[in-house]
């Protein structure tokens, strides 16, 4: 196992086999020597640098019924919310006052939030805060909407893949969400110029290692700036509530084995992360994430973007306690960095 570590070290690539091999059965000792070198890889281009992005939850409307999602549409218990234009820019204003120079705007599919409404938005966020990066996260839209988009001044998109294997896809999806049509919307992003995000939930329903090695490969095909990976967790209003969550350890080792792979991405260390192990957020960091994400959503309807059970939304991942979370990162090693934290190219 140390030499198929050492192999993915130095050259960012091993077999489907050896992948297989070390996300089933890498030990302890294997998970620590991974780590390690991770460590050193993300040094090599990052430092100790780690850049905090403002979420900001825009709505918890969807049309969307994934069956893993405490947002899904089919989801009755959910409690309903969108944020006003007004509400949107005060989370910036709010933001910036803290030190924030990236502001993400995730929901989810909620056809209120229509170019119309957004181009604007964005084109006033960029003009009051020109140094600012702003990141969309608002699922699969249309190529003319990306390009909108884009021209308003966007920077970057969040789409995970969620599944790169066409029969989990399924088992995750309802019928009318097509993986084709996931990935091109991803491929779209990247040719508009957009800095482009994608990932998936490790530990999914009837996720397997051989579809953890296909999530790899299509990343690689895709080949984006960030990358995000975080524990399934069930939620107890979906279909998939009797499900257990993903693995600490093997998200973990997923995440060294990412930045492995893609030295020079920026990997977020999750909330679902954060959700599931108290230190869960410094953890991944450890094992190679360089980006947190705090919520900068009014405080009032945190608890509405539940997406799983538990959802951590209230102490060192909510911007008005950034000062523990910044303290958190120092605590762990790491130094958290002012200005926008574009990928390096
Ligand atoms: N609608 C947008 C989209 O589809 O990309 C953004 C919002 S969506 C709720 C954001 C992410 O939450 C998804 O990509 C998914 O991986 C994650 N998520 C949803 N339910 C989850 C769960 N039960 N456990 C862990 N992550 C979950």
Redesign the pocket.
Known sequence: MKEIIHKLYKYSEISDDELKMLIDSASDKDDELLRLLADDVRRRYYGRDVFLRGLIEISSY?K?N?L????RCGNKNAERYRLSREDILSCCDYGYSLGLRTFVL????DAFFNDEFLCPLISEIKQNYPECAVTL???ERSIESYRKLKQAGADRY???H?AADEALYTKLHPESMLLENRKSCLFTLKKLGFQTGSG??VGAPYQTSDNIVSDIRFLQKLNPEMIGI??????CSTPFKGFKQGDLALVLRLVSILRLIFPKALIPSTT?LGTIHPYGREMGLKAGANVVMPNLSPADVRKKYM??NDKICTDEEACENIAKLKKRIADAGYEVLGGRGDAVK
């Open positions: 969807c969307n994934c893993y999602c405490g947002i995730q929901g989810g599919e996260s608002l699922g969040l789409l995970r969620e998936f939930m975080g524990p399934f967790i069930p939620h679902a997406l799983y």
